[in-house]
């Protein structure tokens, strides 16, 4: 089961933020039994384990910096379906399973259903029956795991109505590094005060001390979840696997809206879109995302269509145009998507533009051509920063993954923009601007540059934590953000994580790096 690492092997020491590790071996476990056989071989001989999905997360979460790598990718079943009293379904996936798989399974209602139980037969006979069904959370990579989402806390551009995975979770299953298991469900048990009492399902019974800080009120991945007389469950969403290897999932599914339609307005000034924005937030209630794209990330994306075939479908932005508002609306009735859109028009003139410079997907195929545009921008800047490396190894991307309250919005974004002009950086900027999440990414053409945003990455989360931010919204703190979550909490907190963390995994060895880094813990010493 565990394997060497050979050259065949090597793509599985990254990820997508294009930092590359080191591991001696890897196994490609099928089930929770492969797994304890596992820990169980390893852990008694001190041996590190990194855990990995799809290696689709932004901070080397999943990149290991020794030992093992358990892989969860041949983890990808779909196990049973239930349905509660007010004709909600679940779904209980393996960790492994990726979001694209689950989706179309979703869509077609298409299950492997052979070795479920009679209840779960008969549920699926009344989810064929029902309306569509969705599961709403929609990170930028389908091609991730639900292992991943989940212990990232996913979001994505939907999260503006719907929320993030956490709030789509309802059962988890979590292989400890004692060899024990662990089964929490949502609403079941509870902490007292900031004291959590837990039982395995081998009937271990043990009490976990939560971390004191109080976290901020926006959307935040940063750290543990932690609060007062919290819900078990909402500790291990998020904590990236840190405390436990999170193998089998249960999901809530929504009713498919049964209008969706996608809208990019066009702005000739920066200003004017973010104007559009606040008064979108304040008037209209339809929206499922409000997306952000600046004058530097249509740049990127006019060259990327004259020189790259892959981007030629791109719809052409004009010179003049240097922002860009993408709006997804979720309706039940025609009628009131028309409404709202009607609206949207109204306040897109009051806030400097014209309804001209807008595009309206109605259809599937025309809302699939507005995604594209949308997804195109991370992945031109991907393709950038890999170019420039192969030049200078040393630089990886700059992105910042911050967030704020809604009095802040106007502030942060023109601190992004003087501190960059000043810097003579080239920048690009896009995001979930409806949360008041926005990705400025940093784009170095050298080490020399890379340092320079660097420092200005950490003046930054310094001024987020000023005004009540989170430094990171969406993509958690991996390797390459532990910096940071110390100039959010602070030192003794940061310890505090780690003593949490020693409850669940004695020896450190369970995806170590991931939230603190080593150094950190060897200064408390």
């Known amino acids: 089961m565990i394997k060497p690492i050979t050259q065949e092997l090597t793509t599985y020491l990254k990820d997508e933020s294009r930092v590359t590790g080191y591991a001696e071996s890897i196994s490609f476990p099928k089930s929770i039994d492969d797994i304890t056989?596992?820990?169980?071989?390893?852990?008694?001989?001190?041996?590190?384990?990194?855990?990995?999905?799809?290696?689709?997360?932004?901070?080397?979460?999943?990149?290991?910096?020794?030992?093992?790598?358990?892989?969860?990718?041949?983890?990808?079943?779909?196990?049973?379906i239930r349905r509660d009293d007010k004709g909600s379904f679940y779904i209980t996936v393996q960790a492994g399973t990726t979001l694209s798989e689950l989706r179309e399974q979703i869509k077609d209602k298409n299950f492997d259903i052979s070795k479920w139980s009679e209840e779960s037969r008969e549920t699926f006979k009344e989810f064929c029956k029902a309306p569509e069904q969705f599961f709403s959370p929609d990170p930028?990579?389908?091609?991730?795991t639900l292992g991943g989402m989940v212990a990232c806390n996913a979001s994505g551009a939907r999260s503006y109505l719907y929320g993030s995975t956490r709030k789509h979770i309802t059962a988890i299953k979590i292989a400890l590094c004692s060899g024990h298991t662990l089964t929490i469900r949502r609403g079941e048990?509870?902490?007292?005060?900031?004291?959590?009492?837990?039982?395995?399902?081998?009937?271990?019974?043990?009490?976990?001390?939560?971390?004191?800080?109080?976290?901020?009120?926006?959307?935040?991945?940063?750290?543990?979840?932690?609060?007062?007389?919290?819900?078990?469950?909402?500790?291990?969403?998020g904590s990236e696997g840190t405390l436990g290897i999170i193998t089998d999932i249960e999901v809530r599914l929504l009713p498919l809206p049964r209008i969706i339609w996608g809208i990019c307005c066009l702005f000739?000034?920066?200003?004017?879109?973010?104007?559009?924005?606040?008064?979108?937030?304040?008037?209209?209630?339809?929206?499922?995302?409000?997306?952000?794209?600046?004058?530097?990330?249509?740049?990127?994306?006019r060259a990327q269509k004259k020189e790259n075939p892959a981007f030629a479908r791109l719809r052409t932005v004009e010179e003049r145009i240097n922002a860009v508002v993408y709006i997804e609306l979720h309706c039940d009735h025609e009628n009131l998507a028309v409404e709202n859109l009607a609206k949207m028009a109204q306040l897109m003139k009051e806030s400097g533009g014209t309804e001209k410079d807008s595009w309206v997907a109605r259809n599937n195929a025309d809302r699939d051509s507005l995604l594209f545009f949308r997804h195109a921008v991370p992945e031109s800047v991907n393709m950038l920063i890999d170019q420039r490396k192969r030049k200078d190894p040393a630089i990886i991307k700059l992105g910042t993954d911050m967030s704020v309250p809604d009095r802040h919005?106007?502030?942060?974004?023109?601190?992004?923009?003087?501190?960059?002009?000043?810097?003579?950086?080239?920048?690009?900027?896009?995001?979930?601007?409806?949360?008041?999440?926005?990705?400025?990414?940093?784009?170095?053409?050298?080490?020399?540059?890379?340092?320079?945003?660097?420092?200005?990455?950490?003046?930054?989360?310094?001024?987020?934590?000023?005004?009540?931010?989170?430094?990171?919204?969406?993509?958690?703190?991996?390797?390459?953000?532990?910096?940071?979550?110390?100039?959010?909490?602070g030192r003794n907190h940061i310890f505090e994580m780690a003593a949490l963390k020693a409850v669940f995994d004695p020896k450190g060895l369970l995806c170590p790096g991931n939230i603190f880094a080593r150094q950190q813990l060897k200064d408390k010493k």
């Open 37 to 80: 056989a596992i820990i169980n071989n390893l852990y008694p001989k001190g041996i590190p384990v990194t855990v990995q999905g799809a290696r689709t997360g932004l901070t080397a979460g999943a990149v290991p910096q020794s030992g093992h790598i358990i892989n969860l990718s041949r983890m990808d079943g779909i196990s049973a």
């Open 140 to 144: 930028t990579e389908t091609s991730a």
């Open 189 to 237: 048990i509870f902490a007292a005060g900031r004291k959590l009492d837990l039982v395995t399902d081998q009937g271990h019974s043990f009490t976990v001390n939560l971390p004191a800080y109080e976290m901020p009120k926006t959307k935040n991945t940063s750290g543990y979840y932690v609060e007062n007389d919290m819900d078990a469950i909402d500790l291990f969403i």
């Open 268 to 301: 000739e000034n920066g200003n004017y879109a973010v104007d559009f924005i606040t008064v979108l937030r304040e008037q209209l209630t339809n929206i499922a995302a409000i997306e952000f794209f600046d004058v530097g990330s249509l740049a990127i994306l």
């Open 409 to 489: 919005l106007r502030r942060v974004m023109s601190m992004y923009h003087s501190m960059l002009n000043e810097s003579g950086l080239q920048s690009a900027i896009w995001g979930h601007i409806g949360d008041n999440h926005l990705h400025f990414n940093i784009l170095p053409h050298n080490e020399e540059e890379y340092k320079k945003g660097q420092a200005l990455y950490a003046q930054w989360a310094i001024e987020i934590t000023r005004l009540g931010g989170a430094i990171s919204a969406e993509h958690g703190i991996g390797k390459l953000k532990t910096g940071f979550l110390e100039i959010m909490y």
